[in-house]
């Protein structure tokens, strides 16, 4: 609990919900979920919200979905954590941050906003002094990689509060246009790809963009274009269109790639041997394996196979 912050019941017609200051969510998550209004709808609000008095008005500091999902169901009185409108800025900052992380966690998005709305009301040392409890060293350069994420284009702030795409993958994205990181995400969202491959994307659509200097749609368009419409299988278009990128990307492999192909081809190996280039093309060199259904075959051909290795 909040020794610093006395529970009491509060009538909802004093709580001014539409003061945004201290919310940290974006726009986008607003909804209150089923889940939360069933809980309260049960056992009322065991975790009351935070909120902080400012003359004859009261102002959210934590806990906005619950007060919007009581007054949705018309309940008057509703328990809050109330702090003195004299409370420093540094103990009011601590104290939200600290009653949100009860039972919960932030999203990278959600942190950036705090730190970004904590900064305006404090020095830099007492912002730094917050980092700890989430975890972080105090260093001011988390607070610039936080300012960071909140330049990004708002469907990958969207997409990173949700967590459709990684911290790395955000982090990657600032140096795309707000297009590009938009072209980005709807592909990590219509194929839903993993890290590995948030990974793999990201990489590949970078080197691309830098050298061709050409959106990524337009890049895109190029893709789309060789697809069958009828197709439908997600995971495998989504592998297909990596390896297309990729062949993109490295286009000397990729005819490397596709002249090996013809020459596997040509030689109708029997289905007990499999013909291996190098891995990335990166030499000329070959693996040839052959299977034996077991030891007696392997014997009965050993001998021939040994004249032909000396």
């Known amino acids: 609990m909040i020794p610093q912050a006395p529970c009491r019941l509060l009538s909802s017609r004093k709580i001014d ?22 809980s309260i709808e049960k056992v009322g609000i065991l975790h009351p919200p935070l909120l902080v008095k400012k003359k004859f008005r009261y102002i959210i500091l934590s806990g906005r979905k619950r007060i919007q999902a009581v007054n949705k169901h018309g309940i008057e009185n509703i328990p809050c954590f109330i702090l003195d409108e004299k409370t420093g800025p540094s103990i009011k900052w601590q104290l939200l941050l600290s009653h949100a992380l009860i039972g919960s966690t932030l999203s990278i998005i959600e942190q950036a906003n705090f730190f970004f709305k904590a900064e305006s009301q404090l020095t830099e040392q ?80 970078i080197d691309l963009i830098m050298r061709t200097k050409r959106p990524l749609k337009t890049i895109m368009s190029e893709w789309e274009k060789q ?10 278009q989504a592998m297909a269109c990596l390896h297309w990128l990729e062949g993109q990307c490295f286009p000397k492999r990729n005819a490397a790639e596709q002249e090996f192909q013809r020459f596997h081809h040509g030689l109708q190996l029997p289905e007990n041997m499999i013909l291996q280039h190098t891995p990335s093309f990166e030499d000329n060199g070959l693996t040839l394996s052959i ?15 040994k004249k032909h290795l000396k």
Do not use: C
Request: no cysteine; aromatic share 8%; hydrophobic share 30%.
């Open 227 to 236: 697809q069958d419409i009828g197709q439908d299988n997600r995971p495998q």
């Open 17 to 38: 919900s539409s003061d945004s200051t201290y919310r940290l969510r974006p726009e986008s998550d607003q909804e209150i979920t089923p889940s939360l209004t069933e």
């Open 126 to 205: 007492q912002t730094l002094s917050l980092l700890p409890l989430l975890g972080i060293k105090p260093h001011a350069y988390k607070l610039k990689k936080f300012a960071m994420y909140r330049k990004l284009d708002q469907t990958t702030i969207d997409a990173l509060h949700s967590g459709h795409i990684q911290e790395k993958t955000g982090s990657k994205l600032s140096k795309l246009s707000s297009e590009d990181q938009q072209t980005v995400v709807h592909l990590i969202n219509h194929f839903k790809l993993s890290g590995s491959k948030q990974k793999k994307l990201i990489t590949f659509v």
């Open 291 to 305: 299977s034996f259904t077991d030891q007696s075959a392997f014997l009965k051909h050993w001998k021939n196979i």
